[in-house]
Every structure is written in C-alpha cells, then in structure tokens.
C-alpha cells in the first residue's frame, strides 16, 4: 500500500506498506498493528506558519493511541523547511504512540551521516522535537536553537549522544 498526509506543518509519504491491523481495538480509539514493513517513510516539513493560539503540541489525535509492535523501515528521509535533511536506515521498532507522548519499548536504527547503528528505549514528548523544527523552520541556525530548546550547545548534545550511541553498539 501507500499512504500518503498532507497537513499545514508537513507532507508524509509512505511507500510499499504491509502489516496487519486489528480492527476490533478502533472501537475503544485503539490502534494496533503488528508485523509492519514499509519501504521508505519520507516527511518535508513545511515553514511554520501559526495561526491563533498557541496550541499543546501533540504527536497523536485526543483520545487516540496507536501501538505498533515489530515495525521495519528500511528507509526515512527528514526534509526540513530550512534545506537540511536527515535519513536513518534499517529501522525496527516496537513503540506506543500517545497523543503527547511516543513510548519507545525497543528500537533500532543506522545513521548512515554518523556510519552508526544505535538502539534506544525510553519515552519522548512532543515538545522538544516540535521546538527544534519549529526554530529551524524560520531560520534559526542549528547550534542557536539546540542551546535554546535542549539547553545545551549542539556539540555538546553530539557528544553524549554519540558516546551513548557508541555503548549502545
């Protein structure tokens, strides 16, 4: 199958889509899906354009839980407004996503930029992610908006984030 989302914030693609999906859990705002595989997941974020007020940033619709177990991606591309891209490859995971929240039971990666494989569990809030492009979006530079939404330079993010990587391997 293919899907594809266009929303005011970014287009989604994805391509070469199988898996099974549990109809039954819809009736309590559930969905499950197991065994997933797609082809290639591509996201072009669009320049941040906000209207009225501010609003709680969410990764999923009120109410709404979507559980993946074993998914593989083999490949995403991150477009973001400002020209930069980011791309991770063979990618497997088993995550629930919440409406402000993503929790990550088991997950794996390569970055193929930093000639890494990493693995992670854990949970991420929508906040920082959305920050960070909402910041790239109207220009600001990489090292500025890392010091103003994770609180610390970008080199320094790097640097523990690769050390953690490399324990991770």
Same mark, same amino acid.
């Given at each position: 199958?293919?899907?594809?989302?266009?929303?005011?914030?970014? #287009?989604?693609?994805?391509? #070469?889509?199988?898996?099974? =999906?549990?109809?039954?859990?819809? =009736?309590?705002?559930?969905?499950?899906?197991? !065994?997933?595989?797609? @082809?290639?997941?591509?996201?072009? %974020?669009?320049?941040? %354009?906000? /209207?009225?007020?501010?609003?709680?940033?969410?990764?999923?619709?009120? &109410?709404?839980?979507?559980?993946?177990? #074993?998914?593989?991606?083999?490949? =995403?591309?991150?477009?973001?407004?400002?020209?930069?891209?980011?791309?991770?490859?063979?990618?497997?995971?088993?995550?629930?996503?919440?409406?402000?929240?993503?929790?990550?039971? %088991?997950?794996?990666? /390569?970055?193929?930029?930093?000639?890494?494989?990493?693995?992670? +569990?854990?949970? &991420?809030? @929508?906040? @920082?992610?959305? !920050?960070?492009? !909402?910041?790239?979006?109207?220009?600001?530079?990489?090292?500025?908006?890392? +010091? +103003?939404?994770?609180?610390?330079?970008?080199?320094?993010? &790097? %640097? #523990?984030?690769?050390?953690? @990587?490399?324990? +991770?391997?």
């Amino acid at each position: 199958g293919h899907v594809e989302v266009h929303h005011r914030n970014a #287009d989604i693609v994805a391509t #070469d889509i199988s898996g099974r =999906l549990e109809l039954l859990p819809l =009736l309590g705002r559930r969905i499950n899906i197991r !065994d997933a595989r797609i @082809a290639e997941v591509t996201v072009q %974020q669009h320049p941040v %354009q906000r /209207e009225g007020p501010p609003v709680t940033p969410r990764f999923f619709a009120p &109410m709404m839980r979507l559980h993946v177990e #074993d998914a593989r991606i083999d490949r =995403l591309l991150l477009s973001m407004a400002n020209g930069v891209t980011h791309e991770a490859t063979n990618i497997a995971a088993t995550a629930t996503i919440l409406p402000k929240e993503i929790r990550v039971r %088991q997950a794996s990666a /390569e970055l193929p930029a930093f000639s890494t494989r990493l693995t992670a +569990q854990g949970r &991420m809030n @929508a906040k @920082a992610p959305l !920050d960070l492009m !909402d910041r790239y979006a109207i220009g600001v530079r990489e090292e500025e908006a890392f +010091q +103003q939404v994770l609180g610390v330079p970008r080199a320094k993010f &790097m %640097q #523990d984030f690769s050390a953690w @990587a490399e324990d +991770q391997v």
